[in-house]
């Protein structure tokens, strides 16, 4: 399985805000963050665009 690198962790710094609000934001779990962040998994389409959303930016922007 092929892992997109994405700016989320950068992006979410770069706002302050923490690993719980984008969880909580995009409906999913800290750990799920967490995974994403790392890029453990790959976000599905739906929850890309809820996470750029929450992030004020592009999914293109984020996810490379």
């Known amino acids: 399985m092929n892992l997109m ?3 989320v962790k950068e992006r ?11 969880a909580e934001q995009a409906g999913i779990s800290r750990r799920y963050v ?3 962040e790392n890029n453990e998994v790959n976000p599905s389409v739906t929850l890309a665009k809820k ?7 592009l999914v293109e922007e984020l996810f490379i």
């Not at 996470?51 to 930016?57: T, Y």
């Open 5 to 7: 690198p994405n700016k």
């Open 12 to 22: 979410r710094l770069k706002l302050g805000k923490s690993q719980e609000w984008l």
């Open 34 to 36: 967490i995974k994403i």
């Open 51 to 57: 996470i750029a959303s929450s992030l004020g930016r």
